[in-house]
């Protein structure tokens, strides 16, 4: 069998119909995998960085798209999470990081989950020139959580 590397060179060079088929079984075959996954129905506990490990481990379990997720604590108000989400099938806006609010309920805790996707090449950017980063964003103390760890 091919080594990862490999393989993804082989499938390179699929047409746009075997491509999209392609992709297709692989999300099939990640969603096999993730009803063998650990229990992700609640989080350890309800502080706010118990809550983004959890979100963001829901989120790598059930969006096969996204290859990592950072956690940015530093300057967030007390009940804000805020998360930048690498997703590898998004194409690059040229928009920037523009974080998207969600209202977060944890066993009666509330968060306020704000979500930036972006690409791997947005947020290399980023993390060379802060001022790419949302206003008032950080990535000092900022914690990664990516497949496999």
Known sequence: MSKPAEFAREVENFSDTDWVEFLNELDEVSRRRRSRAPDLSKPAGNSKD???EWVA???LAT?????EIWYLPTGSLGD????????GRLA???WGLEPIEFPLDVDGT??????ADTTSEEFDHA????SELPSGWSLVDAKRWGRGA
């Open 50 to 52: 118990q809550v983004a």
């Open 110 to 115: 509330h968060f306020k989950l704000m979500v």
């Open 92 to 94: 690059g806006t040229g």
């Open 63 to 67: 969006d096969t798209t996204i290859k």
């Open 80 to 87: 804000e999470i805020r998360l930048i989400e690498l997703n």
């Open 57 to 59: 481990r829901m989120h």
């Open 127 to 130: 993390r060379n020139d802060s």
